[in-house]
């Protein structure tokens, strides 16, 4: 019974913002040459020294200012595929005291428009390929042509590339007027149980720490072993949390170089490796699936890599050890949320129980409650799973009452069912208590895909939840619907169901679970929908589909 302490020794933050604590100098940055790489263009090679970051980031921080007339409290929005540059953007709006929201490059016209109109964001950065549907929106929010700026170097039909923001005064850290507790560096948006994405409140001081606090637990863990000159591939979404923290702040804090690929391809992910002697690569577990499985990774060396980071779900056993045949890097899992700033809980660099999501990071504790009563449970014992420490969100943006529903005192509800095992003294999810269907590292809310199966004619009523397949370990999305009366439940219905989420909403919300036919929702007395019936159902529905197999 009781708090749940890290094992690790506490780390001292520093009161600073991520701009200063990014650029000033640290133990790695006085150790490395200025002119070594950081980030690197997997595709053409493109490349950008430290150097070279600092300087275009100094002076395009000031042109945010000077030419755009951005001021402290003012939001910019960004969505694009990974960028070999993205590192020097982000880093430029840091430095002109504006707070970023990171979003989907694939999102909706719709999705576009929630995010920008709820975070209130007064100008953007993207790529060419989405000028059609982005102009549209920044039409309807107002903002304006001159506002519009453009990854890469290069000007489109009238759109500035950000390149053009670059002038001769430079923002050197350290920055001043910042309060690192209170001011939001990121506002990333998560997926809610009750429909659409929330934007989750990140301060300066919640990037700060997950810095320090993952270094800390890596030089703890490798005390014993020999130093090594890493390169990390980069393909993980950088709008994401996990690649914003690991694969853009980290990395450079490190000056660790990184090779960017705009999304994972499997051929280019094994060619990379080969040709940069690639030693770290952050996966999900439908990549590991993949890595296991696909006949081209045999034909490329993948021995320089030395190890495995994997979350966004859980890994079983049997993909871990299909994954360990064709690469025999050490595999280490971890868990975080958008609203813990990524890795709170993490295996060691040694290794940890297969699966299992390690031991908590320094700095931070836990509790696991009981679902029903709330009171503290012990080792050994299933329960909500509670977070506090200096990565935790600030809170939603505009959303007293999701603030309300999250927040037990100081505790952050995480939704995720959690036992500490005593045996192995590391922490593993077991179920989770909200509602979200995790496919392929994406959050996609039932809550939402309903709503707009609700809006169709044929439809009376309907429930979407999560069906596992282990084949690419990750879940799918499944709509189980009521039709209204004198409408034949046929595939003709499915499919038209299925072609209707496609065309309105972006990919990851896809039901690629396919679509099923119920008399009746199964609901409580108040109305709510029952998703735990309901996956119970499926498993029925697909343990019969195996047993005719």
Not at 114 to 136: D, F, M, R
Not at 159 to 164: A, F, G, Q, R, T
């Amino acid at each position: 019974m009781g708090v749940f302490k890290s094992t690790y020794p506490a780390i001292p933050l520093p009161d600073v913002d991520v701009y200063t604590f990014l650029l000033a100098n640290n133990e790695f940055n006085t150790q490395y040459p200025h002119d070594r790489k950081v980030v690197i263009d997997g595709p053409t090679g493109r490349s950008l020294t430290y150097d070279q970051v600092r300087n275009l980031s100094t002076r395009m921080a000031a042109g945010w200012q000077d030419k755009v007339g951005l001021k402290k409290g003012d939001i910019v929005a960004s969505f694009a595929p990974n960028q070999y540059d993205h590192i020097m953007v982000y880093l430029s709006l840091l430095g002109a005291n504006v707070t970023v929201t990171p979003g989907n490059p694939s999102y909706t016209e719709a999705e576009f428009l929630h995010q920008i109109s709820n975070s209130g964001a007064k100008a953007l950065v993207t790529v060419p390929a989405l000028l059609p549907i982005l102009t549209k929106v920044c039409a309807k929010v107002g903002i304006p042509k001159d506002r519009i700026f453009l990854y890469g170097e290069k000007d489109v039909d009238g759109y500035k590339s950000v390149y053009s923001l670059v002038g001769d005064r430079q923002i050197l850290p350290p920055l001043t007027g910042i309060n690192s507790n209170e001011d939001v560096a990121f506002i990333c948006y998560s997926s809610g149980t009750t429909g659409l994405a929330k934007g989750v409140q990140l301060t300066h001081r919640n990037f700060v720490s997950q810095t320090l606090l993952m270094n800390g637990m890596e030089e703890e863990s490798e005390k014993e072993e020999e130093k090594v000159d890493d390169v990390v591939l980069g393909f993980l979404p950088f709008f994401h949390i996990f690649g914003l923290t690991v694969l853009c702040f980290n990395t450079f804090y490190k000056m660790t170089p990184v090779v960017v690929i705009p999304r994972f391809e499997i051929q280019m992910f094994c060619e990379l490796i080969e040709k940069y002697k690639i030693t770290l690569v952050s996966i999900v577990p439908p990549v590991a699936v993949a890595l296991a499985k696909h006949p081209i990774v045999s034909k490329y060396d993948l021995t320089s890599v030395r190890l495995l980071g994997c979350g966004a779900a859980p890994l079983g056993k049997e993909h871990i050890d299909a994954l360990a045949l064709r690469m025999p890097a050490l595999l280490k899992q971890g868990y975080g949320m958008t609203e813990t700033t990524s890795g709170v809980i993490t295996q060691k660099n040694t290794g940890g129980a297969p699966g299992s999501i390690g031991v908590l990071c320094p700095n931070h504790e836990c509790i696991i409650v009981d679902v029903v009563t709330r009171k503290e449970l012990g080792p050994d014992q299933e329960g909500e799973l509670l977070m506090r420490g200096p990565s935790i969100m600030k809170g939603y943006l505009k959303n007293d009452k999701a603030n309300a529903e999250t927040f037990q005192g100081d505790w952050m509800c995480t939704g995720d069912i959690a036992v500490f095992d005593s045996k192995s003294q590391e922490f593993f999810i077991v179920d989770r208590l909200k509602e979200l269907i995790k496919f392929k590292g994406f959050q996609v809310a039932p809550a939402e895909v309903e709503a707009l199966l609700m809006g169709m004619t044929e439809v009376a009523d309907c429930g979407v939840v999560g069906v596992y397949d282990s084949a690419q370990a990750t879940e799918l999305p499944r709509a189980y619907v009521v039709p209204q009366a004198g409408v034949e439940p046929d595939n003709v219905l499915a499919k038209k169901i299925i072609d209707y989420v496609a065309k309105n909403l972006t990919n990851y919300k896809q039901l690629r679970g396919g679509v099923r036919f119920l008399d009746a929702i199964p609901k409580n007395a108040s109305g709510k929908i029952m998703r735990r019936q309901i996956r119970e159902i499926a498993k029925k529905e697909d343990a019969q589909v195996k047993a005719k197999l």
